[in-house]
């Protein structure tokens, strides 16, 4: 990726993050509607682990795949196996692709998620994660790091969500618990650092971002 295309990326991802930024207080107030839409599509990374069923690509934090250029095709399929764990089954995929520019495994046990997957595009990406994720509850991290070594600098990118145990009724409405993302990019010419930090609840669909 060319550096105005890189650059333009990131902006578009920031944009709507640095909406919801935290503040240098700790108090907190009611998210603003924007702020709240940013806040859901960050937690679709963590739910929608439970809905990848077979080989299927893994979900990417959001933004992160247009930035990076990390396109996983049809062709890039998982082997999968298989571990009796008690009363339930442990399903493992290995992904070794593109004379293995897309590495790494990926497991899911019951309503558990870890994986550790690398991949080699116009930067170095590793990509981590530890999930307990249900319809009702996720807690955990994701972390996505991407690295170029371009001998006067470094480009990097780093972004990183915990989620806090962060609880939804019957009806999927925020209730409980709370998120975190870091994100950092060093860009020739150009820093970047955002974050979101926000709990949620008591009440139905309540979002409370730092002041």
Not at 199 to 205: A, K, N, Q, R, S
Request: aromatic share 6%.
């Amino acid at each position: 990726m060319n550096r105005p295309a890189l650059v333009s990326s990131l902006c578009v991802l920031l944009l709507p993050l640095t909406l919801s930024a935290t503040g240098c207080g700790e108090d907190r107030r009611l998210a603003t509607e924007p702020e709240k839409e940013v806040v859901q599509s960050l937690l679709s990374t963590g739910f929608q682990l439970r809905n990848t069923k077979g080989s299927e690509r893994i979900t990417l934090p959001p933004g992160t795949e247009t930035l990076l250029e990390l396109v996983i095709d049809s062709l890039c399929a998982a082997s999968v196996s298989t571990t009796s764990v008690g009363d339930h089954t442990k399903e493992t995929l290995t992904f070794d692709c593109k004379d293995g520019d897309f590495k790494g495994t990926y497991s899911r046990e019951l309503d558990h998620y870890a994986f550790d997957l690398s991949a080699k595009t116009s930067l170095d990406i590793r990509y981590t994660g530890d999930v307990t994720a249900r319809k009702d509850f996720v807690d955990g991290f994701v972390e996505l790091k991407a690295i170029k070594d371009l001998w006067i600098t470094d480009v990097g990118v780093s972004d990183r969500i915990d989620f806090q145990g962060v609880t939804l009724d019957k009806n999927g409405c925020l209730i409980g618990g709370g998120m975190r993302m870091e994100l950092h990019a060093n860009i020739p010419g150009k820093r970047v650092d955002a974050s979101t930090d926000a709990i949620f609840g008591p009440t139905c669909g309540e979002v409370w971002v730092r002041d």
